[in-house]
T-cell receptor
Framework: AQKVTQAQTEISVVEKEDVTLDCVYE???????LFWYKQPPSGELVFLIR??????QNEISGRYSWNFQKSTSSFNFTITASQVVDSAVYFC?????????????FGQGTRLTINP | ETGVTQTPRHLVMGMTNKKSLKCEQH?????MYWYKQSAKKPLELMFV???????ENNSVPSRFSPECPNSSHLFLHLHTLQPEDSALYLC??????????????FGPGTRLTVL
């Protein structure tokens, strides 16, 4: 069965600190996709990144970076120089193909609080 | 309107009421999803529609009834709900093509409270 584990339930840091959110996944699929979503207090899940299982290159987008390591089944997310606006719940998700569509298996989420 | 919209944003209903949640996507996608987000559980997939056909029903109680009249609209009809059904209900859409995994884009959700 597919599973995503985000062991950190809550993280609180002071503004400008770097913070890493961990994500570990389990799957028997040889081809799969991993995602990160951000959920601010408004409730909407905002897409951040999609990575396929064949692409292990790290990715950087501004202050955000992602480290995908297939050997340890991890897809960690780092925010550099955190800001108060980064406060949200962050979800890691794993895709699974079903007939005619796909589904996402989500981790429990990590609530990130950035204090001024 | 852009992206995925959901109405109403907030809903309070009694256990004997009948109500419907509406989702509309403006992204040209052909697959739509309902998720439930409870306080103590991870996001749970409820239903999936692809090309207006239901392709997944994750053992959801029959008091939840989905409807997908076309590729842009998705409804969740609610009747005789229980207090434990109180949750945030999220709609998502994506493009689906055989062998291709596309990103799901989410609406803002409907916060449902069952009294």
């Amino acid at each position: 069965a597919q599973k995503v584990t985000q062991a950190q339930t809550e993280i609180s840091v002071v503004e400008k600190e770097d913070v890493t959110l961990d994500c570990v996944y389990e799957t028997r699929d040889t081809t799969y996709y991993l995602f990160w979503y951000k959920q601010p207090p408004s409730g909407e899940l905002v897409f951040l990144i999609r990575r396929n299982s064949f692409d292990e290159q790290n990715e950087i987008s501004g202050r955000y970076s992602w480290n995908f390591q297939k050997s340890t089944s991890s897809f960690n997310f780092t925010i550099t120089a955190s800001q108060v606006v980064d406060s949200a719940v962050y979800f890691c998700a794993l895709s699974s193909s079903i007939q005619g569509a796909q589904k996402l298996v989500f981790g429990q989420g990590t609530r990130l609080t950035i204090n001024p | 309107e852009t992206g995925v919209t959901q109405t109403p944003r907030h809903l309070v209903m009694g256990m004997t009421n009948k109500k419907s949640l509406k989702c509309e996507q403006h992204l040209g996608h052909n697959a739509m999803y309902w998720y439930k987000q409870s306080a103590k559980k991870p996001l749970e997939l409820m239903f999936v529609y692809s090309l207006e056909e239901r392709v997944e029903n994750n053992s959801v109680p029959s008091r939840f009834s989905p409807e997908c009249p076309n590729s842009s609209h998705l409804f969740l009809h609610l009747h005789t709900l229980q207090p434990e059904d109180s949750a945030l209900y999220l709609c998502a859409s994506s493009h689906w093509l055989a062998g291709v995994t596309d990103t799901q884009y989410f609406g803002p959700g409907t916060r449902l409270t069952v009294l």
